[in-house]
Every structure is written in structure tokens, then in C-alpha cells.
């Protein structure tokens, strides 16, 4: 990490403020410190609070240089259209994240049909933010059931908080009131959180009766050297780790690939046993490297290769369709279309032919 | 064509948030409907009726770049820069956004500002910038003119204070709205 020049702490102390130049420390650059510093006083500003503004202002100011992130400070982080609430113990929303989730929610309106129920499965909720964005962007077009799990208590009853907040706040319609939440059936529609993991013998059991048409998962996908090399601290600090970093060595012998790839090539096999339902799946990647290894594993694969004739990587900024070149699988010779600018972030995977798919279920 | 349009062009590329592309070039489109605009609309809107805010240009004149530093995303950083900057193609006018953590809504805020640079750049005195700061300035004349009748006497006194400290062309505007 490059040093910050002590020219730029006086101009953030002689033109900002003294708060301003000890948020450099994490915030690394003038523009960012401005922000942060604007924000935090935004916040001390409108939420009531027994602490004296100044004094919170002081305490917020000092926790931040600290390290710990502004989300877990102010206790949200937009996504789109939604405020998702966040808190310590579950991973805060990324921007590269909102970014796809959008591109992908204006693809599903564009391929699939209309009018026609939409079972969407989200593996690794988290606060719930993919999910509930789907939710709000494809309600107005299909009567969408949307099923989402995660591991992790505190992280499944975080992303319903987020459901009935973004309720209240106005962002999103409220869903009936569900007994058998993924069983209600077709007409209006559905949202719900379930304590799975994605391992457990019981997640075919509950998806076989209502297959998803779409599977998107931002799992952990960050490997145990990456983490302590190129994670930055105030994540590796602040944030958890089985969010981060796939602890399943034996089940990713099991599955023959890579200990940080475990998870994809775990929804590959999912993918498999539901045999072919699924139009469409999108997984986040950590760079261009995993994403090309992923790539492989559906290649490898004739039967999902067969199913998924539409294989593309989107690069973090995807909407911007600067780029659109071919990279070439190593192993085997498939094409691929990687779009966007910046890092590797996703690999996209599109039955282009459903049709066909249901007829040899 | 271009002749009328350049005057006009460099008073808004004059303003601090616009940034001019070194190789400019103007839209034939655009061009077209700038030098309608400069001979047409000369007759003044009513007074007070405010003009609809203008629409942003379609997506396929903007170039949008989202700021963020190099190096890794994703899950190993968490960083919280929203900023939003875009570029109309056409004309080459920058607009840049960062006023909330939303990145969605500083998309908008951009789109907004964009439109309103371009209408400034079509329009100039019949723009809605134009119009509605015409509005609150007279606004904030009159009121200013009867706070003046009763400050006369302090009024001249920082008046004549002021032009000695501004020079010649600050105590020209002063004189103008008195
Ligand atoms: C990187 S976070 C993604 C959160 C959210 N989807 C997002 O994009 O912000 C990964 C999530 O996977 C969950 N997780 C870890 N192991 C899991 C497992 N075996 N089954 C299901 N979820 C798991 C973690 O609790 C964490 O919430």
C-alpha cells in the first residue's frame, strides 16, 4: 500500500479538519476522508442519541481510523433501491455486488418469460441484499418466489430484518404472510430466509418440488493464503471469516477442485441433480483467475456443458460494455465473452434453450 | 454552423464542475438543434411559469465511469466510494457525483446535472438555470431593496467599503442592483 504523503494530512487538517486527516488512515485518499468525514456527520445529525453530538462525532471519527468499517458505524449501506441494514457478524454489501445484481435482474426481465412464476434460489444471503433487490426489481414483471439461505443465524435473521425494513421504508412490497414460505404457490409473490447450508442433505429435498429457474451465490470464495496476503485488514478485522473463506477441504477432494472453488463446483453438482431446470446461474469470483478455473469446471462437465451453451465473464463494472473479448480455456478450447471493466468478478451461465430442457426432464 | 454556438459553449465550459475533452467535437445532432435554438427562441417565457426540468440525453451519448481505485474488489476490500462521473460524448461535458453512498442515487443526481448543463448549453438564457436563478434573484433583489430602504445609511457605508476592497467591477454590480 502506498504511503500517504504527510502533505496530504496537513491539507486534510488545514482545509477540512482534524477528524478529516485521521480518517486518511483508512480512507487513504483527501476525497474519500471528505466524504466519510460528511457522511458521519450526516449521521451524528439525524439519528438521536444520548451522547453529545461533538463527543459522538470524536468516537465515531476515532472507532473508523481505527479500522472499523463505516457500514458496522452507521449501521446501513444502500444497494440499489434498498437501505440494508448491516451488522457486525455478517458481510456488508459491496458495490461490485449491487452492480451485477441490477445487470442481472434486466437480463431475467429480457430472457425469461413474462408473466410466468419465477423461482429464484440465493445461496449465502448474508444480510439478504441480492435477494431482496431481485425482489424488487422482478415483482413488477413476474410473480417471483425467491428462496434464500445462509449457514449463519445471525446473518438469516439480519436479512429478514432487512425485509421488513425495506417494508416499512417503502422500498419493497410486502409479501403475503407465508405459512409454507417456497409452497405457496405461483400466483403472488414470495420472499423467504431458511437456516441451510448449502452441504445439508436437505436442500435438494426442499428445492425439487419448485426447481429454481435462476441460482445466484456470492459464497466465500477467498482462499486461506489470499486472506492473509491480499484481504485488507480492516475486512480480515472486522468482518467475518466463514463469510470469507471456504473451510471444506474434504468435500472439495470429493468434488476434484481447488479448496477456494469448493462452493461453485458444490451448486455445479446442485445444478446437475435438478437436472437442467435452471436457466440461469451467476456466481461472484474473486479475480479472472477463478473465474477462468470455474469456467473449466463447466466445461469439464459434458452434461452442464450441454445445458449452458451461454458462458460469459463479466469484468466488476459490467454495464459498461467497453470490452467484449475471448479468452481462451486452457484445458479446453471453449470461447468466452468477458465483459465490463475492471477485476474478474462473475461468471455467467445461461441456458439459451429452455424449452428443450423441460421436455427431457 | 458551429460560429454562434462557441460563445455560448465557452461560458458553460467556463463553469467549475465542466471539464472540456481535448479532442471536442460537437454532434452533428446536437449542433443542429444548438443553432435552432440560438435563432428561435428569442421571445421570453412568461414570467414565473417555470420550465419543466429538461430530460437527460439517451444512454448511448453517455460514458459512465464509476470511481474506484485500482487493485482488488469484491469481498477483500470494503470500500465506500460512490462516486459517479460521466462524460456526454457529444459535446464532451463532465459531470461527476458523489454526494451520497448510493451509487444508484448519484447516478441519477449525475443524470440530472447533465441534463440541466445541456439545456444550459442549448437554451443559455431561456435554460431552467437560467430561469429559475433569474426568478430567486429577483426575488432576493427586492427583499435585499427593502432591507436596503432601511439600512440605507449602513448599506452605503459597506458599500463604499467594499469597492475599495473588491475594485472597479465588483462595485459596478453593486451600483447595477441599487
Ligand atoms: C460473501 S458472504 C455473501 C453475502 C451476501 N450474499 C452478499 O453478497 O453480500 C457469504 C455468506 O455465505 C454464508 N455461508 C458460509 N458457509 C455457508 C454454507 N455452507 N452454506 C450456506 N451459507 C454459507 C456466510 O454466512 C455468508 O453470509
Known amino acids: 500500500m502506498p504511503r500517504i504523503r504527510p502533505f496530504t494530512f496537513w491539507l486534510a487538517r488545514k482545509k477540512i479538519s482534524p477528524q478529516a486527516a485521521r480518517l486518511l488512515f483508512v480512507c487513504r485518499d483527501l476525497l474519500s476522508a471528505a466524504n466519510e468525514l460528511r457522511w458521519i456527520r450526516e449521521h451524528v445529525n439525524t439519528t438521536p442519541s444520548k451522547i453529545p453530538p461533538n463527543l459522538r462525532l470524536h468516537q465515531l471519527c476515532s472507532k473508523r481510523a481505527r479500522g472499523t468499517p463505516l457500514q458496522y458505524l452507521l449501521g446501513t449501506q444502500p444497494f440499489g433501491d434498498l437501505e440494508i441494514l448491516c451488522r457486525p457478524g455478517v458481510l456488508i454489501p459491496r458495490p461490485e455486488t449491487e452492480c451485477y445484481t441490477i445487470e442481472l435482474a434486466a437480463l431475467i426481465k429480457r430472457n425469461l418469460p413474462k408473466h410466468k412464476p419465477l423461482n429464484v434460489l440465493d445461496i449465502c444471503t448474508g444480510t439478504g441484499c441480492i435477494a431482496l433487490q431481485l425482489y424488487a426489481s422482478l415483482t413488477p414483471h413476474f410473480p417471483t418466489h425467491i428462496q434464500a439461505i445462509d449457514i449463519s443465524p445471525v446473518a438469516i435473521s439480519l436479512a429478514q430484518r432487512n425485509l421488513s425494513h425495506n417494508i416499512q421504508l417503502g422500498n419493497l412490497i410486502s409479501p403475503p404472510p407465508q405459512l409454507t414460505p417456497i409452497l405457496t404457490p405461483n400466483t403472488k409473490s414470495t420472499v423467504s430466509f431458511t437456516l441451510l447450508s448449502l452441504f445439508s442433505p436437505a436442500l435438494l429435498t426442499t428445492l425439487s418440488s419448485h426447481p429454481p429457474d435462476v441460482i445466484v451465490s456470492n459464497p466465500p470464495y477467498i482462499s486461506n493464503k489470499a486472506f492473509s496476503t491480499t484481504t485488507s485488514r480492516s475486512v480480515r478485522n472486522h468482518e467475518p471469516r466463514l463469510a470469507l473463506v471456504p473451510e471444506h477441504d474434504d468435500i472439495s477432494l470429493e468434488l476434484n477442485c481447488q479448496p477456494e472453488d469448493v462452493f461453485y463446483a458444490r451448486i455445479l453438482h446442485l445444478a446437475k441433480e435438478l437436472k437442467g431446470c435452471t436457466r440461469v446461474i451467476l456466481f461472484e469470483v474473486a479475480d479472472m483467475e477463478q473465474a477462468g478455473r470455474v469456467v473449466r469446471l463447466v466445461e469439464r462437465d459434458e452434461v452442464l456443458r450441454g445445458w449452458y451453451d451461454v458462458v460469459e465473464i463479466w469484468r466488476d463494472w459490467p454495464d459498461e460494455e467497453h470490452e467484449d473479448h475471448i479468452v481462451k480455456g486452457e484445458e479446453s478450447n471453449v470461447a468466452v465473452a468477458v465483459k465490463g471493466i475492471g477485476e474478474g468478478r462473475v461468471v455467467y451461465l445461461w441456458n439459451s434453450r429452455g424449452g428443450e430442457m423441460e421436455g427431457k426432464r | ?178
Request: aromatic share 2%; glycine share 6%.
Open chain 2, 1 to 178: 454552423m458551429s460560429t454562434p454556438i462557441l460563445p455560448a459553449l465557452r461560458g458553460v465550459l467556463a463553469g467549475a464542475s465542466l471539464t472540456r475533452n481535448a479532442g471536442y467535437q460537437l454532434h452533428p445532432a446536437l449542433g443542429h438543434r444548438l443553432s435552432a435554438a440560438a435563432f428561435t427562441t428569442t421571445s421570453p417565457l412568461p414570467v414565473k411559469q417555470m420550465p419543466s426540468r429538461p430530460k437527460p440525453p439517451p444512454e448511448s451519448e453517455i460514458e459512465e465511469a464509476f470511481l474506484k481505485g485500482s487493485g482488488p474488489g469484491g469481498q477483500k476490500i470494503n470500500k465506500t466510494n460512490s462516486a459517479v462521473q460521466l462524460k456526454h460524448i457529444p459535446t464532451g461535458i463532465v459531470v461527476k457525483c458523489q454526494a451520497t453512498r448510493s451509487r444508484e442515487n448519484n447516478r441519477k443526481t449525475a443524470r440530472e446535472l447533465l441534463a440541466a448543463k445541456l439545456d444550459e448549453l442549448v437554451n443559455g438564457d431561456q435554460s431552467r438555470n437560467a430561469i429559475v436563478g433569474n426568478v430567486k434573484k429577483k426575488r432576493a433583489d427586492s427583499a435585499a431593496k427593502k432591507s436596503r430602504r432601511k439600512y440605507r445609511k449602513l448599506e452605503e457605508e459597506r458599500k463604499e467599503a467594499s469597492e475599495a476592497a473588491e475594485g472597479p467591477e465588483a462595485a459596478e454590480k453593486h451600483t447595477e442592483s441599487t
